[in-house]
């Protein structure tokens, strides 16, 4: 049966089309097995006629969240060049840019014909592949594939990409703090089901947030162990502790942020345990702090320092008249806040310095409950 409706989808699709919104209304409602049926030949089929433009959309959409459902299908290298670039274009398509990237070539190589190793290209491959690969590369956020990937996946194919852009990259992603050179397309913002409510920072850190509690390297968007809820927002519930600790306590484990004042600059940490107002000292050794996150948008500067194994008896305290207070960092329950670190060696403080001043004014902060999926 599958076989017979993807033989004959076009004529299905036009008289379905031809029997109205009834018809139509079909199609939305089982779009989902069509598509992974023959993703490749539906969206092309749908393309040709203005009748589908609800149906075109929502297949999109559907694909945007689901991208494997395309990039998986051993029909993708079919796929026609205007509608892979049509969604590489979109900014909500859920997929890590390496991946992206990885796709674009595996499409490449199949509409060449040719091996995906370099080393074996002739002179005529190569120029092959470049132009095969030009349209494309405009639409690659290249600054968000990370520098491992970028040497082992991006770097060995030089030789097909524009020299200007492999030397900016190499300057990106060696020379400390140096920003783009190009205009460069913002990070991909997927409709992801974390969607963030936050004025402080973006979806995009989520997976580095995540990484950083399980001490991982990172996680790709579509693995993220953890939802984060906002619970409390200075600016919405006031900047005093008592509404730090009604939204707060006995939330289990959250994480802060906070923008200091007069700066672009983030700071935040992460408590696993409960917040209270009992005047207690919390031993842990999965707390940390962080800092240097750039207008809620470049991680790459991103600090980070976990509690001192020798003092983490002293990660965590909880007082009715402060916010959050971690160790030699705390709250007094108004914007002036302190990271105690003088000039004695780390190892006396329960978190070690990472640049973060030591007396400072908030302009806000947020704090999200983490909770385990």
């Known amino acids: 049966m599958a076989i017979f409706l ?6 299905i699709l036009i008289n379905i089309g031809a029997s109205g919104l009834r018809g139509i209304e079909y199609l939305i409602e089982h779009q989902t097995e069509f598509l992974h049926q023959n993703p490749t030949g539906i969206l092309e089929t749908i393309y040709q006629y203005e009748t589908f433009t609800d149906l075109w959309n929502f297949c999109l959409e559907k694909i945007c969240e689901e991208p494997k459902i395309l990039f998986n299908s051993d029909k993708f290298t079919d796929l026609k060049a205007p509608l892979l670039e049509m969604l590489i274009k979109r900014d909500n398509l859920n997929m890590e840019e390496i991946e992206i990237w990885e796709g674009l070539l595996k499409w490449c190589f199949a509409q060449q014909n040719m091996l995906n190793d370099p080393t074996k290209w002739s002179k005529d491959d190569a120029i092959k592949i470049e132009r095969s690969l030009h349209r494309f590369i405009p639409l690659i956020r290249f600054y968000d594939i990370n520098p491992a990937d970028f040497f082992y996946k991006v770097y060995c194919y030089k030789e097909i990409l524009p020299q200007d852009l492999i030397h900016n990259l190499l300057e990106f992603h060696i020379v400390p703090n140096i920003k783009p050179k190009t205009n460069v397309a913002p990070s991909r913002k997927p409709n992801l089901k974390f969607k963030l409510d936050s004025t402080l920072i973006e979806s995009n850190h989520i997976p580095l947030f995540a990484s950083w509690i399980d001490r991982k390297d990172f996680y790709k968007k579509n693995d993220i162990p953890y939802g984060f809820k906002l619970i409390y927002c200075s600016s919405r519930d006031g900047f005093d502790a008592a509404s730090f600790h009604r939204n707060c306590d006995n939330k289990g484990a959250t994480i802060w942020i906070a923008k200091i004042q007069g700066t672009t600059q983030l700071i935040g940490g992460y408590n696993p345990l409960d917040w209270d107002g009992n005047g207690v000292w919390k031993n842990t050794t999965d707390s940390f702090l962080f800092n240097n996150i ?3 948008k470049s991680i790459s500067t991103a600090k980070l320092s976990y509690v001192n194994d020798n003092n983490a008896s002293c990660a965590i305290y909880c007082e009715s008249n402060q916010g959050p207070h971690m160790g030699n960092f705390y709250c007094n ?5 302190t990271f ?9 403080f329960a978190y070690p310095k990472i640049g973060i001043p030591e007396s400072f004014k908030v302009e806000k902060y947020e704090v999200f409950q983490v909770i385990k999926k």
């Not at 993807?6 to 004529?11: A, F, P, Q, T, W």
């Not at 105690?340 to 006396?348: G, L, P």
């Open 333 to 337: 329950g108004t914007d002036n806040w």
């Open 6 to 11: 993807m033989k004959h989808l076009s004529e």
């Open 294 to 296: 750039i207008d809620g």
């Open 340 to 348: 105690y670190h003088s000039d004695i060696s780390d190892a006396n």
